[in-house]
């Protein structure tokens, strides 16, 4: 699972718990610059194909977490359960896209859409 705390111009992922081992990660601080939007998708973690994977974990039905190489994009998951996951599309940035399950995601959902407007 991830925290997302937005500071300034800045949101940082915070990889929590053991995930912080299975992701070789255990954060991401992403400048509101570079972040397009987010959405939630409960589908964008599901099945058994997410990639080849870079680094990480994938062990389909229980985790996915790490660096994954998919449909010519570099992606960062971190999912056990597909139900709470958001996307989140990056510009400019080593990864593309960050696919990460939260605590609840409309309002993480909404919380990144609202400082990357406020940006603007």
């Known amino acids: 699972m991830v925290e997302i705390t937005v500071h300034g111009d800045t949101i940082t992922f915070e990889v929590e718990g053991w995930d912080k081992l299975w ?30 994977k870079l680094g990480g974990s994938d062990l389909p039905g229980v985790i996915t977490a790490g660096t994954f190489y998919r449909k010519g994009r570099m992606v960062f998951y971190d999912v056990h359960k597909p139900e709470n ?36």
């Open 23 to 52: 992701a070789l990660k255990s954060s991401l601080d992403i400048p509101l610059a570079h972040i397009k939007g987010a959405r939630v998708d409960d589908e964008a973690a599901k099945g058994w194909w997410h990639g080849v």
């Open 85 to 120: 996951t958001i996307i989140v599309d990056l510009d400019h940035e080593n990864y593309d896209q960050l696919i990460l399950q939260v605590r609840n995601p409309e309002t993480e959902v909404q919380m990144i859409n609202d400082a990357v407007a406020r940006r603007l």
